[in-house]
């Protein structure tokens, strides 16, 4: 199985819910996680991360992913891949009662690969923007 295959599996599986149980097979063990939003500051594993996304699809059961683009970098062991995340927050959690307000926000993922495996991931996403549209902020 490429590089590409594992990685789209991953994305697929974290983007959808899955948390680190459905994840965790495409990673290693202890795989770092690295995000410059506030909202994800104290996230440092993607075992984290994953069940953070999990958590997101509560407040935002109609969650879902529109890919834009996905890359191999196999000089550099990377797969990149760009989407918007659509959903509507009528569901409970987040900061307070569900706002009804939906969100499009565009980020990546850009995962390293050690081996076969993903041994640290970054995302790249303006938080601050989506938690306006969901009127969190």
């Not at 594992?6 to 290693?28: L, P, Q, V």
């Not at 834009?68 to 927050?89: K, M, P, W």
């Not at 569901?91 to 009804?100: D, L, R, S, Y």
């Amino acid at each position: 199985m490429t590089l590409e295959h594992k990685a789209r599996e991953f994305f697929e599986a974290c983007e959808t819910g899955g948390g680190w149980e459905a994840c965790k097979s495409y990673c290693h063990d202890g795989a770092s996680f690295a995000c410059q939003a506030d909202a994800l500051a104290d996230v440092t594993t993607l075992a984290d991360y994953a069940e953070w996304m999990k958590g997101m699809l509560g407040p935002i059961p109609d969650g879902r992913y529109e890919l834009t683009a996905f890359a191999t970098d196999a000089d550099r062991a990377t797969v990149i891949a760009s989407a918007v995340f659509h959903g509507t927050q009528t569901g409970a959690g987040g900061p307070g009662e569900p706002t009804g307000k939906p969100v499009a926000t565009d980020y990546a993922y850009v995962m390293r690969f050690d081996g076969d495996r993903i041994a640290h991931m970054t995302k790249i996403w303006n938080d601050a923007q989506a938690l306006r549209q969901l009127g969190w902020a």
